[in-house]
């Protein structure tokens, strides 16, 4: 009802939202990246791994141009641990309680002004590597030939009994887990109270998500070793569901060790021992599990395949961390609740 209690017709793009709830020819002519053809000038694109408006698009604007232009092409990619332009706006030594410990933005600034003497100027060499990212959780600089970087490996971590993870498959008698989801008392996606989305939620503590029933929880044993996870990753669940729609939204966290001090800096007084810093979330309405054209609805009590990207990340796990998983049906008001049925969300009352 948001049309009639504040906006009217007065949000033209809002209109068009509400419209276009599927991915029809209204989203496809405005996709930009098949027309990132012939590309002539040379080009640099900046990212953030915490950018809440946008950290899938610069991955993948730099994968498009690989894609579709020839070898020549100069096509450049840096990604750091900013939120949204924090690049341009402050030194970038953290966000939120996650600290970094370096001016991270000081890189930006470097690289830019070299790619602009060289390419507007004929000043200086280049010889910027092609991706340059900053490796969150060992905070380190890194360069690579190209994004994701060559001769990795691809890993498999799998949901197991008792809330466990790990790299080996379940055993086939694993079973299932099972959980009750109310449109009417949503996950929220942070602890705090805040009047605006805030640029913080994306490295905010998940403890208090952990402790709800509605949120699963799944998580490694400690790290003997350092684990680097670099590039995109894909979720893959099965599900059943009680209703006709549901949403998923899967997280990625870190779990630091419960002997960690504080940050010197912690204006907060936030305890990092232990602290569940969220690495990844996305979410995924899972009518279009099968084709964002067409959706379509479960079917209430059977198994349903819903498989998804989650946007890259570049993240060292530590010695002495664990990885945890969190599985959840609501993500509130950072997405719009899913009341569960299928019917079209964009246009429902308080019914």
């Known amino acids: 009802n948001s ?13 068009e ?16 990246l098949p027309h990132l053809k012939n ?39 840096l990604m750091g641990p900013w939120f949204h332009g924090q690049w341009s706006r402050d030194p970038g030594e953290h966000l939120g309680n996650v600290h970094f410990f370096a001016e991270t933005s000081r890189k930006y600034k470097e690289m830019e002004l070299k790619f602009f003497n060289y390419y507007l100027k004929d000043k200086g060499e ?35 009994p008792a809330g466990r993870l790990a790299f080996t498959p379940p055993p086939p008698d694993g079973g299932f887990d099972e959980y009750v989801a109310d449109p009417h008392k949503p ?22 998500a952990a402790r709800r029933p509605d949120v699963m929880v799944y998580e490694s044993p400690v790290l003997s070793e350092d684990l680097t996870i670099v590039g995109p990753f894909t979720a893959h669940l099965f599900v059943s569901t009680t209703g006709t729609d549901a949403d998923y939204v899967v997280k990625l966290i870190d779990v630091f060790p419960d002997t960690l001090r504080h940050y010197p800096d912690n204006p907060k007084g936030v305890p990092m021992a232990g602290y569940q810093m969220l690495v990844r979330g996305e979410v995924f309405r899972g009518r279009f599990r099968n084709s964002f054209e067409n959706p379509e609805p479960f079917i209430p ?34 997405v719009d609740r899913n009341p569960q049925k299928f019917v079209d969300i964009y246009h429902c009352d308080e019914s």
Not at 134 to 153: C, E, K, L, Y
């Open 3 to 15: 049309k009639a209690l504040w906006f009217g017709d007065s949000i033209r793009f809002w209109n």
């Open 17 to 32: 939202l509400f419209s276009h709830p599927n991915y029809d020819d209204f989203w496809k002519a405005r996709n930009p």
């Open 39 to 77: 590309i002539r000038p040379a080009v640099l694109t900046v990212g953030g791994w915490f950018d809440a408006e946008d950290c899938w698009g610069p991955q993948h604007v730099y994968k498009a141009i690989e894609e579709q232009n020839p070898p020549t092409t100069s096509n450049r990619l």
């Open 126 to 160: 280049m010889d910027l590597p092609e991706a340059t990212v900053f490796i969150t959780g060992s905070n380190q600089w890194r360069a690579f030939g190209q994004w994701p970087p060559p001769n990795t490996d691809t890993r498999h971590l799998y949901l197991q």
């Open 187 to 208: 996950v929220p996606y942070t602890e705090d109270v805040h009047l605006r989305r805030t640029r913080e939620y994306m490295t905010d503590d998940q403890r208090f």
């Open 301 to 334: 009590g059977q198994i349903a395949e819903v498989r998804f990207e989650l946007p890259g990340i570049a993240h060292t796990f530590k010695k002495g961390h664990r990885i945890m998983v969190q599985i959840q049906n609501s993500w509130f008001p950072l």
